[in-house]
């Protein structure tokens, strides 16, 4: 058998794994990238990118019905859906390709198979040209996590079909019907009705996107109702059955069944850990109840010497969260005194419109006890979203009322993914709300919103009428529920 010593192994070529493996060559150490499918894992191969490229694709077919609000007349639309399939390929094939070049340019290992812990610095890789037993210093768990199954909807990949398979269809559905209302959900769900397909979408909890502040779920779901998706709240798929033509989903609510027909079932009600059969109880290595493997704020795990990362850990299941992990499990490792110590953790959503999350929301804060201030500003009052045409939502700061340090920022509404890095970065770094209401923000941009609805704040937004506030105290009768009225900032130059 076929022998190797490094310094450190990584079991796992995602996000979180490759970006760890890049850091330990970076710093010195001999590093072996170990990956049993396709480099990328999820994110690259069936996640973020794919899923991105589909959805930008469907927003660009939305945008050319809607031209002649322009005055673009545009004639017959047609989407080629297997080129649009193959585009996304190559997209995808690019990255990947990338990162193997990344890993190595930067003096790293890779190794393509299924490893197995035989002890903590023994793991056996059964690769295409037989097993590499592989002694490490350090090991790197980074196997990532898959989609849920659910009782009565085992995944086939023809009519039941989970995330991965939703972005490689051959052909578009007439009809999907899709299981869960979370961000996943609705983001393939939204896609598909731009694409042209009919869309119903089954959610247990009262409103879709469960766990969102119910200002940015009321702001999804009008948008749900202009696209025609059919959501069904407070319901639960009890079954199925196959037809010669379609599948027929059996949904109880309120204690009635209905039947709906779908070509495609789509089951998104969350993932689960990749934390079996590489030989974890071999070693020892704790797990809580939902499987996910314990680790303090270096990565490590119960077991010396060996460390977890990325989804296997619990949430945020993330993909900047596990490449974050991995820089500092790899810094650990090189003897650095790094810590995964991030303040805030941005998250994103890309429904119609966007939704982009850091921070603490307005309820989230008054539970932990904070007296609030907030501020929100619509970007139905930003000149330059009048211009594109997208006009829905909202920006919101979420403040504490005395030291008037920023506890949360979110936004929905156009661009609300690329807008909520400025967020992040003021809770990061401990800003206060004059911090972002005082920087000039350059006009007209959309990142205005997130200046407005900081002076929003603070009683003293110049687009939108303030509701109240004592002379001479700023900030001090802040509206709690940001209901600012506002008026077009499109006279601003």
Same mark, same amino acid.
């Given at each position: 058998?076929?022998?190797?010593?490094?310094?450190?192994?990584?079991?796992?070529?995602?996000?979180?794994?490759?970006? $760890?493996?890049?850091?330990?060559?970076?710093?010195?150490?001999?590093?072996?990238?170990?990956?049993? !499918?396709?480099?990328?894992?999820?994110?690259?191969?069936?996640?973020?990118?794919?899923?991105?490229?589909?959805?930008?694709?469907?927003?660009?077919?939305?945008?050319?019905?809607?031209?002649?609000?322009?005055?673009?007349?545009?004639?017959?639309?047609?989407?080629?859906?297997?080129?649009?399939?193959?585009?996304?390929?190559?997209?995808?094939?690019?990255?990947?390709?990338?990162?193997? @070049?990344?890993?190595?340019?930067?003096?790293?290992?890779?190794?393509?198979?299924?490893?197995?812990?035989?002890?903590?610095?023994?793991?056996?890789?059964?690769?295409?040209?037989?097993?590499?037993?592989?002694?490490?210093? !350090?090991?790197?768990?980074?196997?990532?996590?898959?989609? =849920?199954? =659910?009782?009565?909807?085992?995944?086939?990949?023809?009519?039941?079909?989970?995330?991965?398979?939703?972005?490689?269809? @051959?052909?578009?559905?007439?009809?999907?019907?899709?299981?869960?209302?979370?961000?996943?959900?609705?983001?393939?769900?939204?896609?598909?009705?731009?694409? %042209?397909? @009919?869309?119903?979408?089954?959610?247990?909890?009262?409103?879709?996107?469960?766990?969102?502040?119910?200002?940015?779920?009321?702001?999804?779901?009008?948008?749900?109702?202009?696209?025609?998706? !059919?959501?069904?709240?407070?319901? #639960?798929?009890?079954?199925?059955?196959?037809?010669?033509?379609?599948?027929?989903?059996?949904?109880?609510?309120?204690?009635?069944?209905?039947?709906?027909?779908?070509?495609?079932?789509?089951?998104?009600?969350?993932?689960?850990?990749?934390?079996?059969?590489?030989?974890?109880?071999?070693?020892?290595?704790?797990?809580? #109840?939902?499987?996910?493997?314990?680790?303090?704020?270096?990565?490590?795990?119960?077991?010396?010497?060996?460390?977890?990362?990325?989804?296997?850990?619990?949430?945020?299941?993330?993909?900047?969260?596990?490449?974050?992990?991995?820089?500092?499990?790899?810094?650990?490792?090189?003897?650095?005194?790094?810590?995964?110590?991030?303040?805030?953790?941005?998250?994103?959503?890309?429904?119609?419109?966007?939704?982009?999350?850091?921070?603490?929301?307005?309820?989230? $804060?008054?539970?932990?006890?904070?007296? =609030?201030?907030?501020?929100?500003?619509?970007?139905?009052?930003?000149?330059?979203?009048?211009?594109?045409?997208?006009?829905?939502?909202?920006?919101?700061?979420?403040?504490?009322?005395?030291?008037?340090?920023?506890?949360?920022?979110?936004?929905?509404?156009? %661009?609300?993914?690329?807008?909520?890095?400025?967020?992040?970065?003021?809770?990061?770094?401990?800003?206060?709300?004059?911090?972002?209401?005082?920087?000039?923000?350059?006009?007209?941009?959309?990142?205005?919103?997130?200046?407005?609805?900081?002076?929003?704040?603070?009683?003293?937004?110049?687009?939108?009428?303030?509701?109240?506030?004592?002379?001479?105290?700023?900030?001090?009768?802040?509206?709690?529920?940001?209901?600012?009225?506002?008026?077009?900032? @499109?006279?601003?130059?």
């Amino acid at each position: 058998m076929q022998k190797k010593n490094v310094d450190a192994l990584v079991i796992g070529a995602g996000p979180g794994g490759y970006v $760890a493996a890049i850091r330990l060559a970076q710093l010195g150490k001999k590093v072996l990238l170990v990956e049993k !499918n396709a480099l990328g894992g999820v994110c690259l191969n069936v996640g973020c990118i794919p899923s991105k490229a589909l959805i930008t694709a469907a927003k660009t077919v939305d945008k050319i019905r809607k031209a002649d609000q322009m005055g673009i007349i545009v004639g017959d639309l047609v989407v080629d859906f297997p080129k649009l399939i193959s585009w996304k390929d190559g997209i995808v094939s690019k990255l990947t390709g990338g990162i193997g @070049s990344l890993v190595k340019g930067n003096g790293g290992e890779i190794l393509m198979g299924t490893a197995k812990f035989l002890s903590p610095r023994e793991i056996e890789v059964d690769t295409p040209d037989g097993p590499v037993l592989i002694e490490a210093e !350090n090991v790197i768990i980074a196997t990532g996590s898959r989609p =849920i199954e =659910i009782p009565g909807f085992k995944f086939d990949g023809r009519r039941v079909i989970s995330s991965s398979e939703a972005l490689s269809l @051959s052909a578009l559905p007439n009809r999907i019907l899709v299981i869960g209302g979370g961000y996943i959900g609705l983001e393939l769900g939204i896609m598909y009705a731009k694409l %042209g397909s @009919s869309v119903t979408v089954v959610e247990r909890m009262d409103q879709v996107l469960p766990g969102f502040d119910p200002e940015i779920v009321q702001v999804i779901a009008r948008q749900l109702k202009k696209l025609n998706v !059919n959501v069904i709240l407070n319901a #639960a798929a009890k079954g199925w059955e196959d037809g010669p033509l379609c599948a027929k989903v059996h949904i109880e609510k309120n204690g009635q069944l209905m039947d709906l027909d779908a070509d495609k079932i789509l089951v998104t009600v969350g993932r689960k850990p990749n934390t079996e059969g590489f030989g974890l109880d071999v070693i020892g290595v704790e797990r809580d #109840a939902q499987g996910f493997i314990k680790v303090n704020n270096q990565l490590k795990t119960n077991v010396p010497g060996v460390y977890a990362i990325g989804d296997v850990c619990g949430q945020p299941m993330l993909a900047h969260k596990a490449s974050k992990d991995g820089e500092v499990a790899a810094e650990v490792i090189a003897g650095h005194p790094s810590v995964q110590d991030a303040k805030v953790i941005p998250a994103v959503v890309f429904t119609d419109p966007e939704i982009g999350s850091a921070g603490l929301s307005e309820a989230e $804060a008054k539970a932990q006890g904070f007296d =609030i201030i907030v501020g929100k500003f619509p970007f139905a009052a930003l000149g330059r979203a009048m211009t594109t045409g997208e006009t829905e939502g909202f920006v919101k700061v979420v403040a504490d009322k005395g030291s008037q340090e920023i506890l949360g920022i979110h936004i929905v509404g156009p %661009g609300a993914s690329d807008l909520i890095a400025e967020g992040a970065l003021a809770i990061e770094m401990g800003a206060f709300v004059d911090d972002l209401s005082l920087t000039v923000h350059a006009h007209p941009t959309l990142a205005e919103g997130l200046m407005e609805a900081a002076k929003a704040a603070l009683g003293e937004a110049i687009h939108a009428i303030n509701p109240r506030k004592d002379k001479g105290v700023r900030g001090s009768e802040g509206d709690a529920s940001g209901s600012n009225s506002s008026i077009p900032a @499109s006279a601003h130059r």
